[in-house]
Nanobody
């Protein structure tokens, strides 16, 4: 009942920038936390950045000072501005949302939702 759609990935050279976007839609009542995770083949998905509905943020140490997360609550959209990209930032980036939504029985439920992922590749 909730869908997350990412956009903005691509291939850039080291030192370049990308801006990722993720829009949530569906039977949404409210969204608490939204964030970005990333994953490479054979490795566990890791948190990159997260932001609450009130604007509190959390970043992985590896991206502090380079990445900035923001959100537009009215549009249920979260953004990740990535600057000074490094080859080790290469991964599939997944949008995450902690959502209060309505199920098929018209009940409010809490659920974790994920986007399909967008590829970010940083070349040397």
């Amino acid at each position: 009942q909730v869908q997350l759609v990412e956009s903005g990935g691509g291939l850039v050279q080291a030192g370049g920038s990308l801006r990722l976007s993720c829009a949530a839609s569906g039977t949404i009542v409210s969204i608490n936390t939204m964030g970005w995770y990333r994953q490479t083949p054979g490795k566990q998905r890791e948190l990159v950045a997260a932001i609450t509905s009130g604007g509190s943020t959390n970043y992985a140490d590896s991206v502090k000072g380079r990445f900035t997360i923001s959100r537009d609550n009215a549009k249920n959209t979260v953004y990740l501005q990535m600057n000074s990209l490094k080859p080790e930032d290469t991964a599939v980036y997944y949008c995450y949302a902690d959502v209060i939504n309505i199920d098929q029985g018209h009940l409010k439920i809490k659920g974790d939702y994920w986007g399909q992922g967008t590829q970010v590749t940083v070349s040397s």
